[in-house]
């Protein structure tokens, strides 16, 4: 069965500065890859996506993430954060065999002024 | 309007009691799930459903059931609340057709409470 790892319960990150949230996974064959975000008392938003491709995706809100294959890994970046960013990010897979879609246990993001 | 509809946004109910949270959604989507977020948790599928014929248990399904009335329309029940099952529950659609990749349209969240 596929998962979704994301190590860290809470990130904090000065503005200005750029910012890494990890996600690791399991899935077997080929993996599709998402990142969402949640801002409080909202559903989750979609942010970028990995199919197939170019290792680098780009998303919304400046937003972009590396594809790993060998360290079965998909980290969500941005190269200056902003005070905006601070939310709840969820990295997630979905498993083409029975199209599962499963999410990681979230992260914290903060930007502190 | 939301594409993706939930209701009722907030319920507070008592144990054994039966409540339903109803999703609808406009978007055209044949693919609708239902998930619920805990804190420390995050998100935990419950149920799917591919079409009105097609639904699927997720990973926590014990003590829930769904019904996918129409393509638009896909209702979580709770047959008997009990307090572990507070939550708060999400409704998605997703269309994995040619040239989209499945990703998922939430909805604004179900917050239910069961004492």
């Known amino acids: 069965a596929q998962s979704v790892a994301q190590p860290e319960d809470q990130v904090n990150v000065a503005e200005g500065n750029p910012l890494t949230v990890k996600c690791t996974y399991s899935?077997?064959?080929?993996?599709?890859l998402f990142w969402y975000v949640q801002y409080p008392n909202r559903g989750l938003q979609f942010l970028l996506k990995?199919?197939?491709?170019?290792?680098l995706v780009k998303g919304s809100y400046g937003f972009e993430a590396e594809f790993n294959k060998s360290q079965t890994s998909f980290h969500l970046k941005k190269p200056s954060a902003l005070v905006s960013d601070s939310a709840l990010y969820f990295c997630?897979?979905?498993?083409?065999?029975?199209?599962?879609?499963?999410f990681g246990k979230g992260t914290r993001l903060h930007i502190l002024p | 309007d939301a594409d993706v509809t939930q209701t009722p946004r907030n319920r507070i109910t008592k144990t054994g009691k039966r409540i339903m949270l109803e999703c609808s959604q406009t978007?055209?989507?044949?693919?609708m799930y239902w998930y619920r977020q805990d804190p420390g948790l995050g998100l935990r599928l419950i149920y799917y459903?591919?079409?009105?014929?097609?639904?699927n248990k997720g990973e926590i399904s014990d003590g829930y059931s769904v019904s996918r009335q129409a393509q638009a329309k896909f209702s979580l029940s709770l047959e008997s609340a009990i307090p572990n099952q507070t939550a708060l529950y999400f409704c998605?659609?997703?269309?994995?057709?040619?040239?989209?990749?499945?990703?998922?349209?939430f909805g604004e969240g179900s917050r239910l409470t069961v004492l």
């Open positions: 998605a659609t997703s269309d994995p057709g040619l040239g989209n990749t499945g990703e998922l349209f």
């Open positions: 899935v077997s064959g080929n993996p599709y």
């Open positions: 990995y199919i197939t491709g170019d290792n």
């Open positions: 997630a897979v979905r498993d083409i065999r029975d199209d599962k879609i499963i």
């Open positions: 978007k055209g989507h044949d693919r």
């Open positions: 459903s591919f079409d009105v014929k097609d639904i």
